[in-house]
């Protein structure tokens, strides 16, 4: 088995200090709740502290309330689960109105997820949040239709996640910090990745859900009422290391994000090492709502047994080249 290198002796717990910086926001933990899992975050209020967590990543909104997909829209799967639900929601109206005052209120730092199905859809929301006190973070979900050029995914050509990424940045400060979330559904992902960086993102949340399908064998039919659906949870989680480490082998300065399967402290320190400065947890929420301070302490835990007092010491450690052996 591979052995990572500390940075000393063993330490303790209390000597790791999991603090980071993401793209200029301070967060008290890497650890990060994923879009779409805990709508806003009031179902996960009653399990955990939500100004204690690294962030509480808010279900993706559009310009106008949705009401998603036909049911059924989720159905387990090997390792993981299928989701069909359609970015279902309010609209930025009610959102600026009830959820993020409401996450204000309770100390979170809020990431607000944002979805459009056009470019203008993308600069009116960049627009709205620009002009809202208390978001810490814009997160673009580029992985939608563009109505506007015959239903190509943004996410999976760099030229329109470019111009849908853009579009947010113009109606947004500059110091407010813009996460591109990526899709693996693409041939490269590196070249989507250098393309919304240039057209001002400040990094990169990696990965979006991958695109799947269950046929049920009684019904000779699928299972979604949308037929296909994204897979998260464990199954994915080496495709999405895969992608963190591609992008932070070509570009080592771009503050990343990764999730994608994360369950347990083991499963971040896997990211970090990859090259991500945070994570995102999604799918394990569903059975164990206070995973986010769960795997922050298990992750202190890891860090602390192999001799690290901060997440930021780890990030893109595994790029090194390896030890010669001893002659």
Known sequence: MTTVESAGGPTTGSDVDLGVTLAGVYLPTPV???????????????????????????????????????????????????????????????????DLPWLVERGARAVVSIAGGSLGEYAELGRRLGASPGVAAVEVNISCPNVEDRGQVFAC??????????????????????????????????????????????????????????????????????????LSGPAIRPMAVRCVWQVHAAMPDVPVVGVGGVRTGRDALEFLLAGAHAVQIGTVLFNDPSAPHRVAEELRAELSQRGFRSPSEVVGLAHRPPAAAPS
């Not at 179902?43 to 993706?60: N, R, W």
């Not at 309330?65 to 069909?84: D, F, K, Y």
């Not at 989507?192 to 991958?210: D, P, Q, Y």
């Not at 046929?215 to 039919?221: E, F, K, N, R, Y």
């Open 32 to 98: 990060m709740t994923a879009s779409g899992c805990a709508a806003a975050g009031r179902e996960l209020s009653p399990f955990l502290d939500l100004s204690a967590i690294g962030a509480v990543v808010t279900k993706s909104v559009m310009l106008d309330a949705r009401s998603g997909r036909p049911t059924p829209r989720m159905v387990e799967t090997p390792s993981g689960m299928l989701n069909s639900i359609g970015l279902q929601g309010p609209g930025i109206d009610a959102f600026l109105a009830r």
């Open 157 to 230: 050509d760099p030229v329109q996640a470019a111009r849908a990424v853009s579009a947010v940045r113009r109606g947004i400060p500059r110091d407010l910090p813009l996460l591109a979330k990526l899709s693996p559904d693409v041939t490269d992902i590196v070249t989507v990745a250098a393309s919304v960086m240039e057209a001002g993102a400040s990094g990169l949340t990696m990965i979006n859900t991958t695109l799947g399908l269950a046929i049920d064998p009684d019904t000779l039919a699928p299972v979604l009422g949308g037929v296909t659906g994204g």
